[in-house]
């Protein structure tokens, strides 16, 4: 488990790491901090099945009332299938 800050001490972390698991809120400024990361990770060359997503705090009720955003649309922009939703 790491902050959200990406420092050099992260990046050796994730070098080493088998897979690497991002925690997102379905917020646009979560989902826009995680595409930026998503991106980073694809430049360092980590193969897809590596990095993978998992959102948290996801209810209907918040998609419906359009707080949080719908999951379908993370994951075609995110390019990839949440490895796990909790509510």
Do not use: C, W
Request: proline share 6%.
């Amino acid at each position: 488990d790491l902050s959200t800050k990406l420092d050099g001490m992260a990046l050796e972390v994730f070098d080493i790491a088998e897979r690497i698991i991002l925690v997102m809120n379905p917020t646009l400024p979560s989902a826009i901090h995680t595409l930026t990361v998503l991106s980073l990770m694809e430049e360092l060359g980590y193969p897809e099945n590596k990095v993978q997503i998992v959102l948290n705090k996801v209810t209907p009720e918040l998609e419906r009332a359009k707080v949080a955003l719908a999951v379908g649309a993370i994951e075609a922009k995110m390019k990839r299938k949440a490895l796990g939703v909790i509510p």
